[in-house]
């Protein structure tokens, strides 16, 4: 069945310092989505990307599909405290009746030293 | 806008027991979801409600997990008998029609089988 890949699983950073996740797809995918989960909380969607090779930027957050749409990243410049918690990317799983259904990566933990 | 809504928030049950989740989507929205989200993993989904039909439960321990959908809104996921692997995070999402829509998710419920 599709997989979806999130590497790292964990990063620590120091406040100020950047931040980068990626998420790589066994399939082709139609778009992705990312969410943000905060410890103790439940996931919120982010964004999505459809586009191949599109970015899109939310204020320090730029996200990127890649040309082939199989891989994506996210990418968080000058992390403050608040950047702290859990980022997945999630995919939509192959199969027509399925439609709708995603899969999602295990996650990167982001923690932020201030 | 009222988000989703889920109860109880937290639950203990012993090993053999059965146990029941709530879930209350943001009206109107026609797609709803329950996923399973062990420690330190992204959620998985266990069924996907169209309206008040399934549209897909291929991961669903159908032998010990059941869901309805009643008259299309409100949900119900039930295990019955429990067992310790079962211990996790049930979250419920909801989203404006099947397709590549964002999802909303409720709090979750955080079952603990002993």
């Known amino acids: 069945g599709q997989q979806v890949m999130q590497i790292p699983q964990y990063q620590h950073v120091q406040e100020g310092e950047d931040f980068t996740t990626y998420c790589n797809s066994s399939t082709t995918l139609s778009n992705i989505q990312w969410y943000k989960q905060r410890p103790g909380g439940h996931p919120v969607f982010l964004i999505q990307?459809?586009?191949?090779?599109e970015v899109k930027k939310q204020k320090r957050l730029t996200f990127q599909f890649g040309e082939a749409k199989k891989n994506s990243s996210l990418h968080i410049t000058a992390t403050q405290t608040t950047d702290v918690g859990t980022y997945f990317c999630a995919g939509p799983s192959s199969g027509g009746t399925s439609y709708g259904k995603l899969t999602f990566g295990q996650g990167t933990i982001l923690t932020v030293h201030p | 806008e009222a988000g989703v809504a889920q109860s109880p928030r937290y639950k203990i049950i012993e090993k053999r027991q059965s146990v029941a989740f709530w879930c209350n989507p943001i009206s109107g929205h026609a797609t709803l979801y329950w996923y399973q989200q062990i420690l330190g993993q992204g959620p998985k989904l266990l069924i996907q409600?169209?309206?008040?039909?399934?549209?897909?439960d291929s991961q669903l321990p159908k032998d010990r997990f059941s869901a309805e959908r009643l008259k299309g809104v409100d949900s119900t996921l039930k295990i019955q008998p429990a067992k310790l692997e079962d211990s996790a995070v049930y979250l419920c999402?909801?989203?404006?029609?099947?397709?590549?829509?964002?999802?909303?998710f409720g709090p979750g419920t955080r079952l603990t089988v002993t």
């Open positions: 999402a909801s989203s404006r029609d099947r397709g590549q829509y964002e999802q909303y």
């Open positions: 990307l459809v586009k191949s090779g």
């Open positions: 409600f169209q309206n008040n039909g399934v549209v897909d």
